[in-house]
DNA sequence: ATTAAGTTTAACCATATGGTTTAATTTAGG
DNA sequence: CCTAAATTAAACCATATGGTTAAACTTAAT
């Protein structure tokens, strides 16, 4: 049970682990575009980004709707809830060491 | 100036891309631990988790202090903001898939 | 019917990752 | 001082990852 929801967030977060991954998400943020399009700022051969597709299609953030030739890509952020609400159990933690620093600060250094 | 930020990115969502190492940071929500403690629960050479324990640690997740033959580890959550931060981009996106899937159930399926 | 566009697949390569075992290192305790 | 404990380092192995190029496939256009 658990480890199926875990297998996944493997999969998401190593998804979200690759700046060109992450580019290619804020991309998709504008609406879908073609693998063609998702490929085109990166200086990557056309097959390197395609793989970067199916990586991050795998991990769910990436839905692909072939139309003919094209392969229309959308942007589905559902899986990233899991990531966060995993990140969220951490949140207290890191928000102690802001509010200590910004106390520190505000105490004059 | 992006690229280092970006960096640590990567190490961030690749060091928490693995249910070894999020149930050892999970561990250290309790407290500071030694890396015995912290590999004692795996199914793994001490080895083995001694090197997870290292990749926490270049992530920034994780902080040693040496005391003796002891190395205590400490939970440092900081560097989970940074990836806190890149996922809320995409919360209005995973927060419109739930409205709408709640809407669905609402109207009765 | 050909050709060209958009994409994937396959084969390959270098390096990274996750694991092992054995050896080395440092330090605590009898 | 010697041994045992806590840990890393080193050498190794299998598989994954990120990249390449070349070939294959599907569909659009001429």
Redo the contacts between chains.
């Keep these: 049970m658990v480890k199926l929801n875990?297998?996944h967030?493997?999969?998401v977060?190593?998804a979200?682990?690759?700046?060109t991954r992450?580019a290619m998400?804020?991309h998709l943020?504008h609406g879908p575009c073609s693998v063609g399009e998702l490929a085109g700022p990166f200086d990557m051969s056309f097959a390197g980004a395609s793989k970067h597709v199916k990586v991050l299609e795998k991990a769910g953030l990436v839905t692909r709707e072939v139309q003919g030739r094209i392969h229309h890509c959308h942007?589905?952020?559902?899986p990233?809830?899991e990531?966060?609400a995993?990140?969220q159990?951490?949140?207290v933690?890191?928000n102690d060491?802001?509010d200590a620093l910004e106390q520190a600060i505000k105490d004059g250094d």
């Design positions: 875990d297998q967030l493997d999969a977060f190593a979200l682990a690759d700046p992450r998400l804020q943020e942007l589905n952020a559902t990233m809830a990531a966060d995993w990140l159990r951490y949140r933690f890191w060491k802001l």
